[in-house]
């Protein structure tokens, strides 16, 4: 693509294509963010072939999410200098070989380190498609783009857990790993032919000290969060860390005020539209992650289900999902994006709250029902709320903004997991009598009490992001009838 056009949009041959190359960054984003969710069903056939705890497998799905996290700031920012579209498709590159190492993974520290591979490929994607997206579909298709990735964010990471229990069940542990390759070779090479050459680079230099301050914050934080479930948050060793990681924060914060090129754009967050939006989809990650941790072993260990039956159970979420997503993004050009968001919300409320009633005879077609309504509500969400995020931003940092909300995604994940396990392990080891990391042997009523709060919880974490988006929907009707009052 020659350099005569100053936007994708004065290119026909770039619009030509949009829809393709939408396809292309919508591959790798399931992609991603399904590999974030997918392991969790096979951590009880991890477990049982590794004579590992939980807790300690765990650490395949962690690990990869807080890699993630560590540097989808620096990718986003690297890509608003040398190019979106060059940092995406080295994402794409590096993510097929880590994929491919990791089903040839033949212990818990090799996949680790493959996971952790695997996760660098995906947070240059991550950190960078939503901004490609904003920059390539104009103004009257952009929500809808933008609905639709959004979509397939939510979908990879709802649908892991279904996905997996098929492929496990058919194929083996491995191959969860393995789908990914044919599809990433497939969208690399459509992706050669369809992506063009980048048109907007920023003049700026890589914020090292922040980089390297960002990712202490990370790794300390979820460290201390996540090794804090097997061995107590009263040893001094975690809370040193999380001191750490408070400490690496307030200092990375105080340091990116005073940047001339800061890691991240602080002033994104002076719009409260953006940063109201930012918030929900932090809490919605968190509650459906904590659905995502524990229905497995509910489906499995208490339904009695095998993994490919629970796939097939939880495959409910997904499903409704992308049905209502794209329907919720096109209704939001139309009516709006802040009605939808509430009603969303509203729904996954009442789906929590029902998750929160389940016990160890309940009917298959209950349990159905309420994680149907989880995934209605998630979809009615989802693309809404990242159309907002995106529409408030410059075109200069697009980049960085994609990351933001790519991160938030993924911390929300992360603190999803910390929050179920932390929450499930306490009640477990309270009603246990002694501390507990794992499902207890002929004592289904000690998991199902964890379930039961843990659902508890992320109804009310929902339910805050209700409140949050319904004081967001007042204030923007409000705003609008004060203009057209005034106009009168």
């Known amino acids: 693509m020659g350099s005569a056009f100053a936007t994708y949009q004065e290119d ?42 939980i807790a300690q497998v765990e650490w395949v799905t962690t690990g990869y999410l807080m890699a993630i996290c560590s540097v989808i700031l620096f990718f986003g920012k690297l890509g608003d200098m040398v190019g979106k579209i060059r940092m995406f498709k080295l994402g794409t590159y590096i993510f097929v070989i880590g994929s491919l190492l990791c089903g040839f993974s033949g212990s818990l520290t090799f996949l680790v380190i493959s996971r952790i591979i ?52 058919s194929l083996g542990w491995e191959y969860i790993f393995w789908v990914n390759v044919p599809i990433g070779l497939a969208a690399i090479l459509i992706g050669w032919k369809v992506l063009p050459a980048d048109l907007v680079k920023v003049k700026a230099k890589i914020d090292a000290p922040g980089s390297l301050l960002f990712a202490v914050f990370i790794i300390a934080l979820f460290a201390g969060l996540l090794l804090g479930q097997q061995t107590g948050y009263g040893n001094l060793w975690i809370i040193l860390s999380l001191v750490l990681a408070a400490a690496a924060l307030i200092w990375f914060l105080r340091m990116e005020m005073i940047r001339r090129d800061p890691l991240v754009e602080l002033s994104l967050f002076k719009n409260p539209l953006f940063s109201v939006s930012i918030l929900c989809g932090f809490l919605v990650f968190t509650a459906n992650f904590c659905f995502n941790i524990i229905a497995p072993f509910y489906a499995q260990n208490m339904l009695n289900l095998s993994p490919f039956a629970a796939g097939f159970l939880l495959m409910l979420f997904p499903i409704c999902m992308v049905v209502i997503a794209p329907i919720s993004g096109a209704l939001s ?13 509203v729904v996954m409320v009442i789906a929590q709250f029902g998750l929160a009633a389940l016990h160890e005879g309940s ?3 209950i349990v159905g029902l309420w994680i149907a309504m989880l995934g209605i509500g998630s979809g009615l969400f989802q693309s809404p709320n990242n159309s907002l995020v995106m529409s408030q931003v410059p075109r200069t940092q697009l980049g960085s903004a994609g990351s933001v909300n790519s991160l938030v995604r993924n911390v929300g994940m992360v603190v999803g997991i910390t929050v179920a396990t932390t929450t499930l392990f306490h009640v477990m080891s309270s009603k246990a009598g002694h501390r507990v990391t794992g499902l207890v042997p002929g004592r289904p009523d000690i998991f199902l009490s964890g379930m039961h709060t843990v659902f508890t919880v992320s109804s009310c974490i929902c339910l805050a992001a209700a409140l949050l988006t319904g004081w967001r929907m ?9 203009q057209m009052v005034s106009k009168r």
């Open 12 to 53: 026909a041959a770039v619009q030509k294509k949009r829809w393709l190359i939408l396809v292309v960054l919508n591959l790798f984003t399931f992609m991603s963010t399904l590999d974030g969710s997918i392991v969790n069903i096979a951590l009880p056939v991890l477990s049982k072939q590794m004579g590992l705890p």
């Open 118 to 169: 695997q996760a660098l490929g995906a947070s240059m994607t991550m950190a960078n498609s939503q901004g490609i997206i904003t920059d390539i579909f104009p103004g009257n298709e952009r929500g809808k783009a933008l609905g639709l990735i959004g979509t397939f964010v939510s979908l990879g990471s709802i649908a892991g857990p279904s996905l997996g229990g098929i492929i496990i069940s």
């Open 333 to 345: 050009d139309k009516v709006g994006s802040e009605p939808l968001t509430f009603a969303g919300l």
């Open 363 to 365: 009917p298959l077609a």
């Open 474 to 482: 007042y204030h923007a009707y409000s705003a609008k009838h004060k």
